[in-house]
């Protein structure tokens, strides 16, 4: 691309969806978080975007207002954004986009994706954040020889429960979730479950979104996940996990065998993280290694809205 190339700020219900999502799947970084069905999902149709000529490279722009100051967060169900192209995002490109949302925002707390070449400069800094990725081989029985001991007995526990592997609905996991996970988070709001459904609902009706989980043989549900399939990867989005799934190694038998039975055309598990040490861990432990993203944040606002967040 010419480094003179210009950047056009565009509000969302002057961008050609059609034509992003058709330029998006053929970005060599595509990620199903850029897709304009995932962005009006999460973001209740209240994004913008910085465009590069025609469409050649573009960057998501998931703007908020409080207190009449306009920010830049990573919504929720979003692990990167950044700048997605048609060819490589060199550093110079990068630093192009970057100098336009410092220069119009005061708040930033914004995730690029791995594959923007970000560079920290004086007003802004960078915090290099956890994902993990497992390459799956073609052969699928092959998974196991990477598996760590633990993960390995925690699916013969399940096989010993005679568990079953099958799909369900985004509401049971959410109900799993609920129940088991929902008291140790901090601000969860019940909003998010809606958010979290209508994505699930708008990426299943694409065949993106796939919900399956751990079945107990009295045909209680023990676990679940909703995972988003995009090109050749498949993403770990969400997931629901009960007391007796934990004690009989359901979470570890439903993602074997999602990995056994996935398209031939997945060559990649994204665990979606963690920094969470032992999510990673867990996540290691199927042979998953980091392939890390970049957190940027500013914050010029005021001293007395120094409070501003998501």
Same mark, same amino acid.
């Given at each position: ?5 210009? +950047?056009? /700020? ?9 034509? $992003? ?13 850029? #897709?304009? $069905? ?10 913008? !975007? ?8 573009? *960057?998501? %722009? ?9 920010? +830049?967060?990573?919504?929720?169900? @979003?692990? =990167? %954004?950044? @700048? ?8 110079? @490109? ?8 410092? #220069? ?12 923007? +070449? ?13 994902? *993990?990725?497992?390459? +799956? ?5 092959? @998974? ?49 479950? &809606? ?8 990426? #299943? ?5 796939? !919900?399956?989980? *751990?079945?107990?043989?009295?045909? =209680? ?12 990867? #498949?993403? /770990? %989005? ?14 570890? !038998? ?21 920094? &969470? =040490? ?5 996540? =290691? ?5 980091? !392939? ?19």
């Amino acid at each position: 691309m010419n480094k003179d190339f210009q +950047l056009k /700020f565009t509000h969302s219900n002057s961008i050609n969806r059609i034509k $992003w999502d058709e330029v998006l799947l053929k970005m060599p970084n595509s990620l199903p978080y850029a #897709a304009s $069905w995932y962005l009006d999902a999460v973001t209740n149709d209240s994004w913008d !975007a910085l465009i590069a000529d025609d469409y050649s490279f573009i *960057m998501p %722009l998931p703007s908020k207002k409080k207190a009449g100051i306009k920010y +830049l967060p990573t919504p929720l169900f @979003i692990q =990167q %954004l950044g @700048i997605f192209g048609l060819s490589p995002c060199t550093e110079s @490109i990068c630093e192009k986009f970057i100098r336009q949302i410092v #220069a119009n925002y005061k708040f930033i707390e914004f995730n690029f994706n791995h594959f923007n +070449l970000v560079t920290e400069k004086p007003e802004y800094s960078l915090k290099e954040r956890c994902n *993990m990725l497992l390459k +799956l081989p073609v052969e699928r029985s092959l @998974i196991s020889s990477n598996y760590s001991d633990n993960t390995k007995r925690n699916i013969q526990k399940s096989e010993k429960h005679n568990l079953r592997f099958g799909t369900t609905s985004i509401r049971s996991i959410i109900n799993l979730f609920k129940d088991n996970k929902e008291s140790s988070l901090q601000n969860w709001k019940v909003e998010n479950y &809606n958010v979290l459904e209508r994505l699930y609902n708008m990426s #299943a009706l694409r065949g993106y979104g796939k !919900a399956y989980g *751990m079945y107990h043989p009295d045909g =209680q549900l023990l676990c679940g996940a909703f995972f988003m399939e995009w090109n050749s990867r #498949a993403i /770990f %989005l969400f997931s629901g996990n009960s007391e007796l799934g934990m004690q009989t190694g359901a979470m570890s !038998a439903l993602i074997d065998n999602y990995i056994r039975e996935c398209p031939s055309k997945i060559d990649t598990l994204d665990f979606e993280g963690s920094d &969470n =040490q032992g999510l990673k861990r867990f996540y =290691q432990s199927f042979g998953a290694n980091e !392939a890390n993203y970049v957190h940027l944040k500013l914050n010029r606002l005021p001293f007395f809205l120094r409070w501003l967040k998501k």
